[in-house]
């Protein structure tokens, strides 16, 4: 079996290729990115590409599967950009898999695709994915999943998965993560649960998290079970909200108003001071929790991680400062003492 992993080198791909490699059922592996990185792993290789220009049907010939993780967080000032590499993009990919006569699509979408939903109980797949209004991720990705509805309509012969996964961290993509979210003005010191001893309690504030590795190893069973289609949703028990952050930090929660957080979410964009927008706040408070139970009936699935390992991992990551040798992942990306992260203007290019 030969796969072709297209966004390779980031928090996701690096984890699904590690599946792939050790999987004796898959021969070899062509990892598709736009920056090749000087990363080695067995039975991949590597090749340059863009979704948004290049000619990617010729990469994808003769392969048994194409699995789609292409996407951009920053430039956040950039909706264009995004726009273009994140629904346009994926667009391109799932065209090009048709006219490649690949049979089968896998694609990375994300609880972020879903309309507002409950705190309280879980959801299924079959909950609306209208994303969040006021989050730019949250409408590119409500807008790739309705362009996948028609895709599937367009292109009957391939069969397409759609993975929902929660926050997904790991050790490995700390220093990418804290370029993406919370810029080169964050302390990596602080990410030492010995010095958290308060956890913000926010209304609505309830996540789910799920280690890359176990994203990675759904996708892969995903690509072996030719029976395996549509939607999954991707979580590790439990729910994260400030009590179970605070036990597991031994931290105490404190309530903080939701308004006030926004607020400030809000100015210490504007002020270039971290790199998201307050849409992320919102998208975190309004969408729903996911039940994990179609994951686990039909592909077997069951994380190794569970929410609290997950979390501690990504801390233990972003104290030491921790990266793999690609682009989006590397610690030598943002230059010496993080300049080419200010050169972007904290959200303004890539770094």
Known sequence: M??????????????????????????????????????????????????????????????????????????????????????????????????????????????????????????????????????????HKAEVERRLDRFEQESPGVRVTRMRPGLVFKREAAEGVRRLFAGPFFPNLLANPSLINLVPEIEDLRSQVVHSYDVGEAFRLAILNEEARGAYNLAAEPVLDAAEIGRILNARPVPFPARLARAGADLSWRLRLQPVPPGWLDLSRQVPIMSTQKARADLGWAPQFSADETLLDMLEGLRSGAGLETPPLSPKTGGPFRIREFLTGVGGREP
Not at 2 to 27: C, F, H, K
Not at 97 to 126: I, L, M, Q
Request: aromatic content about 8%.
């Open 2 to 139: 030969r796969v072709v992993v297209v966004g390779a080198t980031g928090n996701v791909g690096t984890s699904v290729l590690r599946s792939l490699s050790t999987e004796p059922r898959v021969e070899s592996v062509l990892g598709l990115a736009r920056r090749r990185p000087d990363l080695t792993i067995p039975k991949v290789e590597w090749t340059a590409a863009d979704v948004v220009n290049d000619d990617l049907a010729p990469h994808f010939r003769k392969a048994d599967a194409v699995v789609c993780l292409a996407w951009i967080i920053q430039p956040s000032r950039d909706l264009n950009r995004q726009w273009m590499t994140n629904v346009e993009g994926t667009t391109r990919v799932a065209r090009a898999t048709a006219e490649a006569g690949v049979p089968a699509f896998h694609y990375a979408s994300s609880v972020g695709a879903y309309s507002p939903g409950p705190k309280d109980r879980a959801v299924d797949e079959g909950w609306p994915t209208g994303g969040i209004p006021t989050s730019y991720y949250g409408r």
